[in-house]
């Protein structure tokens, strides 16, 4: 590749004038951003006997990337680092605690630099995770996994949304590259005051949830009380319909591109149909394009709004303000008695990355804050740990005790359905956009489909 | 017809070459003058030269930041004009500029020609620096302010509503028609008084007798205001035409924080774009080429500002 080596031999002022011009370029090619192949790919796995005893493994510093800013999931955080301090002294714990935002624009670059942290947070699907390890940046964390017992501890669909195939390109198979601390499902926020007041019963079926909205409107109340300006929100309200509309299979089929599946299928067709009557209707909060979903929660816990569809991680933000006065339920399933499906998932899958110097003593720190010690600390912190905490009961009656209750159905269950925004690299953008259009009255249903089958069979098509 | 005027030349060359030591003299220093602005050049080049040829670079690959690149040569800037989205989102800061650039000076020169006349106004500084402070708060904080004033639920649609004016009330930022107008207004807030202390100031540099001598010559304050005040501050427009519509092109944390490019795409900025190519969707090299592209719309819009403003060449 050194250009030097070719033009040597013919020392012409010609070519060396073009070799310069060249000079560029070739340097370019030889060193494009990413590095070449050859260093990356290969994944280190742990080699020879695996220590899980940090104990023994001399002075060290775990550099720690998180996203738990904020409340009860900081207080866990806190807590359990000092812990693991105080029982491994020789290990040290930076921690670097960022914003999920900011932690977007960063991770990526302190990954692929040559000190990386040891533990991160990756977010699950195509674009964080799946490119961590394409890129080779993470370790494969089988291994760990057998001798910690994380197989076991966790549900199958837990385990398989932190799977890649080695090459990044199959989600939910293959090995498994993170494990997660909590839990999280979007469902139905009630006012019970004012389910009272309007006189309807807390809905058991799909179809009495849809019967509900017209009698709570003409009670003067708002329905749904629903903003997205910051436009994921829709994605939730739209995930929530469309599993009691289309069944957990099509939607599973579509996300992860399976088979044939299509977004113009029936299931999807009445979902969109259905929002979009919902919107002309009135049973969301009118003008729900220009308010956000932080404002809509706060309408709600003021007491606008009988129903919110909104995701588990509003537990603290919601109990304090409305205390007993607020319930939640999963999205009722098409037939009374039926188990319940709804999009949910995980919080982000703590990994250990590849250039980790003591992938042992970061896997045993993982193990550390995942294991049933650290599921009661993350339940006393107001966060719902992935799987139930061996000691904490919730106060019956509570909205603490409603998530908890209603995870543990799903979460056993089968319940789950992935986010919708984790079909391509580009369908949070297209998704959120169309669906404001489509709450907006600006597109209709076929249009709406039609859009996002376009970016999905584009996304096909590139695989 | 040579041989005469070579030798002349050579003689001319000749004369010119042989007081060496009065020319050696600016050499020198002219050489310690390029060390004097090493520093400077050393900085801009480090933090702005490299950067801007390093993203160029970047640019010609397809990559998505972590794997390794592959080199498409000038494709993605193909790609990027003949992407749809991205001429809205450049037609979009075409229809900013208007709100940042064009409403904010017109607003400035009509309170600069009242303020020059309210000369007995007591407290002036103070609404000096009222108007001034928009400039100093960070542009997330007014972007949140202005996104509660502009809520369904808001000030600005309860004032409506109090003035009976109902039908008119709409969630603002969510609208698809209003949206990036809303946006624009906030633009047009926040520039306003860059502006007017910057005609403030030159006004205060305008020759005294000028007014003396129109106001003698029988103008009145509309007169005067064209015939002195507007000739006198054209540098100062010029200036704050650069600078806004610089502002208005490269806007990005208004619409983060305001609208995120929504409702739909109607206020999507080339600014959003480079972001949301570079972390959402993994493509870092488009965004560079996005990033490249806007760059350049700036310099050339940024050119022939200072090309139309005659005060450079007065």
């Known amino acids: ?463 | 017809m040579s041989a005469e005027k070579m030798a002349a030349t050579a003689e001319v060359g000749a004369i010119a070459v042989v007081p060496t030591s009065a020319r050696r003299a600016p050499r020198k220093s002219d050489r310690i003058a390029y060390l004097y602005l090493l520093p400077a050049l050393v900085v801009f080049g480090a933090f702005l030269l490299f950067p801007l040829l390093h993203g160029f670079w970047i640019s010609l690959y397809d990559w998505d930041g972590l794997s390794p690149a592959t080199w498409v040569g000038f494709d993605n800037y193909v790609q990027a004009i003949a992407d749809g989205a991205l001429g809205n989102a450049f037609l979009h800061s075409a229809i900013l500029i208007v709100f940042f650039s064009v409403l904010p000076i017109c607003l400035a020169l009509l309170l600069t020609g009242l303020m020059t006349h309210a000369t007995k106004l007591k407290g002036m500084g103070f609404f000096r620096v009222v108007i001034f402070l928009p400039q100093v708060v960070a542009t997330v904080v007014v972007a949140t302010v202005w996104t509660a004033i502009y809520a369904p639920q808001g000030v600005l649609n309860q004032f409506l509503s109090a003035i009976g004016l109902e039908a008119v009330t709409r969630p603002w930022l969510g609208d698809f028609t209003w949206a990036l107008p809303a946006v624009g207004l906030i633009g047009t807030w926040v520039q306003i008084g860059l502006c007017l202390v910057l005609f403030l100031a030159g006004v205060s540099q305008i020759n005294p007798e000028l007014y003396e001598a129109a106001r003698l010559d029988g103008a009145g304050p509309v007169r005067e205001f064209f015939a002195v005040t507007l000739p006198g501050l054209r540098p100062q427009i010029a200036v704050a035409l650069t600078l806004t519509v610089v502002a208005g092109l490269k806007s990005f944390d208004l619409i983060f924080v305001a609208t995120r490019g929504g409702p739909g795409t109607t206020t999507t900025v080339p600014g959003f774009e480079v972001y949301r190519r570079a972390f959402d969707l993994n493509q870092v090299g488009m965004a560079c080429t996005v990033g490249i592209l806007l760059a350049l719309v700036i310099l050339i819009v940024t050119t022939v500002i200072n090309r139309i403003d005659p005060g450079e060449r007065a």
């Not at chain 1, 961590?132 to 940046?137: N, S």
């Not at chain 1, 579509?254 to 002309?280: F, I, M, P, Y």
């Open chain 1, 1 to 463: 590749m050194s250009p030097r080596k070719t033009l040597g031999s013919r020392p012409g002022l010609a070519r060396v004038g073009l070799a310069l011009a060249a000079l560029p370029i070739v340097a370019a090619a030889a060193c494009a951003p990413g590095g070449s192949s050859g260093d990356t790919g290969a994944t280190t796995k742990p080699t020879g006997q695996i220590q899980t005893d940090p104990a023994k493994a001399g002075k060290a510093t775990l550099t720690v990337w998180d996203i738990n800013t904020s409340g009860g999931a900081n207080d866990a955080m806190l807590k359990l680092n000092k812990e693991f301090e105080q029982k491994y002294p020789n290990i040290k714990i930076n921690r670097v605690s960022r914003t999920l935002n900011d932690t977007k624009t960063t991770l990526k670059l302190a990954l692929s630099g040559d000190n990386p942290p040891d533990v991160v947070q990756a977010n699950q699907g195509y674009p964080d995770m799946g490119a961590f390890v394409k890129a080779g940046l993470l370790t494969s964390l089988d291994e760990y996994a057998k001798v910690y017992g994380w197989n076991t501890k966790y549900p199958k669909q837990l385990l398989d949304l932190n799977k890649f195939s080695t090459n990044g390109r199959d989600w939910q198979t293959g090995s498994l590259y993170g494990v997660s601390q909590t839990g999280e499902i979007v469902g139905i926020y009630y006012n019970k005051d004012l389910l009272t007041k309007v006189g309807v019963e807390v809905p058991k079926t799909f179809a009495e949830f849809e019967a509900a909205l017209p009698k709570i409107k003409a009670a003067g109340e708002i329905p749904i009380q629903f903003g997205t300006s910051d436009k994921s929100p829709a994605i939730h309200l739209f995930g929530v319909v469309q599993a009691a509309t289309a069944g957990k299979q099509a939607v599973r089929d579509l996300v992860t591109a399976k088979g044939n599946a299509s977004w113009n299928d029936s299931g999807t067709t009445k979902a969109a149909q259905l929002v979009s009557d919902w919107a002309r209707k009135g049973y969301l909060t009118s003008g729900a394009n220009g308010l956000s979903g932080d404002a809509a929660s706060a309408n709600f816990a003021k007491g606008q709004g009988v129903f919110r569809i909104d995701g588990t991680w509003r537990l603290a933000e919601l109990e304090k303000a409305m205390g007993d006065k607020v319930g939640f339920m999963s999205p009722p399933p098409a037939q009374a008695g039926q188990s319940s499906v709804t999009q949910g998932g995980e919080g982000l899958a703590w990994a250990v990355t590849s250039k980790s110097k003591n992938p042992d003593a970061a896997a045993a720190y993982l193990n550390f804050i995942t294991n049933p010690h650290a599921d009661d600390v993350l339940a006393e912190t107001a966060n719902l740990p992935a799987v139930a905490p061996p000691n904490y009961q919730p106060k019956s009656g509570t909205l603490t005790a409603d998530i908890f209750g209603e995870w543990k159905k799903i979460s056993e269950n089968d319940g789950l359905v992935p986010y919708l925004d984790y079909t391509t690299p580009t369908f949070y953008d297209t998704l959120t956009a169309n669906l404001q259009q489509l709450i907006g009255g600006k597109i209709n249903v076929k249009q709406f489909t039609g859009n996002l089958e376009a970016d999905y069979s584009a996304f096909k098509k590139s695989m």
